[in-house]
Every structure is written in C-alpha cells, then in structure tokens.
T-cell receptor, first 116, second 108 residues
C-alpha cells in the first residue's frame, strides 16, 4: 500500500547530540511537511518542501534543518537538541499543483523523540 | 493570525451515542480537513472538505464556508473512535493550521 513511513518510531538522544529523523513516501506527492507535536497540543508546522523548494516557518528555530534529496525522502535534522525539543515529529505529504490546488495531507505514524 | 477554534475541548460518550464536533475559523477557507489522532499518536485524514457535505460510514462532515464553520458528525460511536479530532485549515494554500482539537472518550 502507498504510504508515508517514518523511522525510527522512537528515538532517544542525548542533550546536544545531533539527531536525524527520516521520512519516506510511496505516494509520489510533491509536497512534504514536518510537524512538531508536543504533549496535548496540536501539530505545529516546522517547514515544508514544495518540490525542491524549501519553505521555513518564521518561528522555526535555526536548530532545526531539513533535507530532501529526492521526491521520496525527507529528513529532519536537529543540530543540538534541547530538553524542549522532546516531542512527536510528524511527516506528511500532499499533492499540490499551485496555490489554488489543495489536496488531503497524509501523515506518517510519527517519531517520538526523547532527550536525556 | 488565522484562528481555528474547536468545540467542545473534551467529550465523553457512551458507546452507541451520536455526537457533533464543531470547528469555527476566522477567515475564508479553500482547504479544510478533519483528522483523527488515535491513542497511539497516528494521525488519520478523515475528510478533505472545503465546502459541502461528505460521508464515510458512520462519519460525516459539513462545511459552510460562507458562515466559517465545519461540523463533524459521529454516529453510533464505538470505543475505537476515541482519540483527538483535529480540524485544520489552509493558512496559505496547501499549508494547514490546526485547531487545538476535541478529545473524545467513548466508554463501553
């Protein structure tokens, strides 16, 4: 089945130690998103790729970076994780053909990140 | 900024009961989606519904864009319906702003 796959499901890292989360998709969607969701809160968009174009949200800390080497894969890099970065990280995809073309977003199962 | 308000924040239902969840938004919409997040954190897209009415089994949704609200109906609720229901609205075009959600607990 076509889907959005996130690995790993759970990730533990040390304070200040760089960590990378991965997302892959078989939907061939051109837009990929990364969200951060803290406990009992709504998902918050960090950034997204529209094709190869990277779009950062204004309030996303510089500590968070992303890479999209091809259509299928997208990575979230946290350069120096702090205790406040412990959260669920959700990857999503959608198909868009421009500003007036909207399609449902499909989410992966998420990676729950813990900071020691 | 764009507001997405959901009500009620919490809801407890007896299994078999029906419910209506509401989403109000402060601006015009061309992208409105409903999601269910189960207790394991999985976020499932229920409806893409910028206007009109859609039904999928026991669930249906209606968006009245001119009055800036959307409703999610759950009929004959089951324990597997428990979780958090999010309404999300397109902030620009395809980007979404989520409401704070409605936490639903269905008890046997």
């Amino acid at each position: 089945d076509a889907m959005v796959i996130q690995n790993p499901r759970y990730q533990v890292t040390q304070f200040g130690k760089p960590v990378t989360l991965s997302c892959s998709q078989t939907l061939n969607h051109n837009v990929m998103y990364w969200y951060q969701q803290k406990s009992s809160q709504a998902p918050k968009l960090l950034f997204h790729y529209y094709d190869k174009d990277f779009n950062n949200e204004a309030d996303t800390p510089d500590n968070f970076q992303s890479r999209r080497p091809n259509t299928s894969f997208c990575f979230l890099d946290i350069r120096s994780p702090g205790l406040g970065d412990a959260a669920m990280y959700l990857c999503a995809t959608s198909r868009s053909q421009g500003i007036r073309s909207n399609q449902p977003q499909h989410f992966g199962d998420g990676t729950r990140l813990s900071i020691l | 900024g764009i507001q997405v308000e959901q009500s009620p924040p919490d809801l407890i239902l007896q299994e078999g009961a029906n419910s209506t969840l509401r989403c109000n938004f402060s601006d015009s919409v061309n992208n409105l989606q409903w999601f269910h997040q189960n207790p394991w954190g999985q976020l499932i897209n229920l409806f893409y519904i910028p206007s009109g009415t859609k039904q999928n089994g026991r669930l249906s949704a209606t968006t009245v864009a001119t009055e800036r609200y959307s409703l999610l109906y759950i009929s004959s609720s089951q324990t597997t319906d428990s979780g958090v229901y999010f309404c999300a609205r397109g902030a620009g075009s395809y980007q979404l702003t989520f409401g704070k959600g409605t936490k639903l607990s269905v008890i046997p």
